[in-house]
């Protein structure tokens, strides 16, 4: 067992602990107060990965919370990785949902900024960013292993009474296709330092950057300092490959791809086929210990994938 | 400087609507730099809302609206007013409401920010006023006024070719110019550590600041 092991109660980290190779998924909350979205989605997902992320306000649009939806996904037999960013919450409301989300048996979290509310439906609100997702890494690691808030006082309920403190697995994301490329490395480094415990990545499409970027995770020895989980992201068609290429900043999505999506009979089996390839490829790159399947709007193809690419959690 | 541009016509019509002597005043400072509410502006802007509105538009122009011993030389003009369609920025605007309890002040402008000019007709953003100044940290770069997110970490994943996500055409990403200051300093050991939280409570989160100096209080 190494330093980070079991400070949180995690299933996620227990397995990654103990040196199992990790997969991990999404699921994206619906935007209506629908909660058979949410079962139809766990169902998918349920004994198929280790932990599933729960995003919030994924892109700046507003869905059921990221709070809710994890405890949901727990009571329907997943292990939540509840997102939480810094654009709708400063570090009361952070802290007050940290604490209220452990009481309520999640135990992983995901540190992020957030996007942008001009990707969203609501491009006139106020943001906050109180705090970036380093510094919220800082605070919720500060949270667990200081017992302390952001403000430096206990937590604890009263002066007499014994601290209770949220304790957490703490993830944060990395993106190695942003740039300054060259400091991208460097980056993660500081979200280690900031006491992140697991990394995962934007979806990778650019195996060579991706490969080089591991390069200098390896060099920095970060791969022993945090567990780092691949990111990828099925491609669905031709149209999205595209969009992805084109549109979307910190995705770099070869030419290659996105021909082999516009010659395919069949575009989706293509894109399943790509991803699958890539995560044999990613397999075979040294320090990366799972696995993130962010497969947008098509969760029931999460267990495929898992099962072509031999991931199958249950075959262990 | 502080960059202000002037408010669509209509909205300004609007505003001045049912009055028959305005005055139009503007500022010397500033806005004068920026073109937008100096001598020349408030002579066209005058010019228009006569013939628009049928009123009677009286034009003057102070060295500064945000201080008060400026206006002295329009007071006259200003009380045979039934109000005040001030061209300053929005602190002008409520220094001459300030002066002129009784009567109706608008504002001819829309204030948008501190910051540089960056050619003919183009300012951009530079300074958000924080009260903390990191400037001496970032390479003289500022992260909270410059990144759109004041990430003071970054940069976040959006940054592309040295532009930010939110808008790839214009707006820089502000992280790319602190990488790229700090390593032709050679001070990229900079970014090795971790900013701190900041302390927001000097920002406007604080309340409205006020900035009191005892030695410039002994002078008077």
């Not at chain 1, 995962?200 to 060099?219: A, L, N, P």
């Not at chain 2, 011993?69 to 039934?82: M, S």
Request: with cysteine; aromatic share 4%.
């Amino acid at each position: 067992m190494n330093d980070n092991a079991c400070k949180s109660g995690s299933g996620l980290e227990k397995k990654l602990a103990a040196g199992g190779f990790a997969v991990t998924a999404e699921l994206g909350p619906p935007k209506s107060a629908d909660i058979d979205a949410i079962a139809k989605k766990a169902a998918c997902l349920k004994g198929v990965v280790d932990a599933v992320n729960i995003t919030d306000n994924q892109t700046a649009i507003v869905r059921v919370s990221s709070i809710a939806t994890a405890k949901l996904a727990l009571d329907m037999g997943l292990e939540p990785i509840m997102q939480m960013t810094c654009r709708d919450r400063n570090r009361l409301a952070i802290q007050a949902d940290v604490l209220g989300a452990y009481l309520l048996g999640i135990r992983n979290m995901l540190c992020l900024t957030g996007d942008h509310q001009c990707f969203g439906n609501h491009a006139d609100a106020r943001y906050v960013f109180d705090l970036d997702s380093l510094q919220l890494v800082r605070m919720v690691k500060r949270m667990r292993d200081d017992k302390v808030f952001a403000c430096g006082q206990d937590i604890r309920t009263s002066k007499k009474s014994e601290p209770k403190e949220p304790r957490m697995y703490i993830g944060a994301a990395a993106n190695p296709f942003g740039d300054p490329f060259e400091f991208r490395a460097a980056r993660l480094e500081k979200k280690v330092k900031a006491g992140v415990d697991f990394v995962q990545t934007q979806c990778i499409y650019d195996m060579d950057r991706f490969s080089r970027w591991m390069e200098h995770v390896r060099d920095r020895g970060l791969h022993r300092a945090c567990k780092i989980l691949a990111g990828v992201t099925p491609l669905k068609s031709a149209g999205m490959a595209r969009y992805m290429r084109d549109q979307v900043a910190g995705i770099i999505v070869p030419d290659d791809y996105v021909k082999r999506m516009a010659d395919a009979k069949d575009p989706k089996e293509e894109g399943i086929r790509i991803c699958v390839e890539q995560i044999e490829r990613i397999r075979q790159i040294e320090g990366v210990a799972g696995i993130h399947v962010m497969a947008i709007e098509w969760e029931e193809k999460v267990a495929e994938i898992v099962e072509k690419a031999g991931l199958r959690k249950n075959g262990e | 400087m502080i960059v202000a541009e002037q408010k669509p016509m209509e909205e300004i019509v609007a505003l001045v609507a049912g009055h028959k002597r305005v005055l139009a005043l503007g500022c010397g400072g500033c806005v004068t730099v920026c073109l937008s509410g100096g001598q020349r502006e408030v002579s066209t802007l005058a010019s228009i809302v006569r013939l628009g509105c049928r009123m009677t538009v009286e034009e003057a122009t102070l060295e500064r609206q945000c201080d008060a011993e400026f206006f002295d030389a329009v007071r006259e003009q200003a009380e045979r007013c039934d109000a005040i369609l001030s061209l300053a920025c929005g602190v002008g605007v409520q220094m001459a409401a300030r002066l002129f309890p009784g009567k109706p002040v608008y504002p001819a402008l829309n204030t948008r920010f501190m910051g540089t000019n960056d050619g003919a007709g183009q300012w951009s953003e530079n300074c958000l006023a924080c009260g903390d100044c990191s400037l001496g940290v970032f390479g003289a770069v500022c992260p909270v006024a410059r990144c759109s997110k004041s990430l003071l970490n970054g940069p976040c994943g959006g940054s592309a070719n040295g532009m930010c996500e939110v808008d790839p055409e214009r707006i820089e990403c502000a992280w790319q110019l602190v990488h790229d200051r700090l390593k032709a300093l050679g001070r990229m050991d900079v970014l090795d550590a971790i900013a701190e939280p900041r302390d927001w409570s000097k920002t406007h989160s604080g309340g409205p600041r006020r900035l009191s100096r005892e030695d410039m209080a002994d002078l008077r």
